[in-house]
């Protein structure tokens, strides 16, 4: 059975950095395209980033230049480096990675990031 589960997230002040990790067991299929979405309180889930096995990546135009997604197939393994916090990244981030031929979506247990003083 396929896991997914979360790592990283914690409190940080305005202008530090987290890197939220999140790794898949349970097979042994490759990570084709992974991809990060949060959720604030009161709001919908949004998407936030995600990268290809390719290398093709898409941002959220308000973490573009601060936030990098990266995925290592060898630990099954997905990061996303989180740079120059501000208050309003404040959300449950959640991964989710697609794997080689399957259409199922799987998700992480999602990770609370507070960026507070």
């Known amino acids: 059975q396929v896991q997914v589960v979360e790592s990283g997230g914690g409190l940080v002040q305005p202008g530090g950095s987290l890197r939220l990790s999140c790794t898949v067991s349970?097979?042994?299929?490759?990570?084709?395209?992974a991809q990060w979405y949060r959720q604030c309180p009161g709001k919908q889930r949004e998407f936030v980033a995600s990268k290809t096995m390719t290398g093709l990546t898409d941002y959220i135009d308000s973490v573009q230049g601060r936030f990098t997604i990266s995925i290592d197939n060898s630990k099954k393994t997905m990061y996303l480096q989180m740079n120059d916090l501000k208050p309003e990244d404040t959300a449950v981030y959640y991964c989710a990675a697609k794997l080689l031929f399957r259409e199922t979506n799987y998700w992480g247990q999602g990770t609370q990031v507070t960026v507070s003083s």
């Open positions: 349970g097979t042994d299929s490759t990570v084709s395209i």
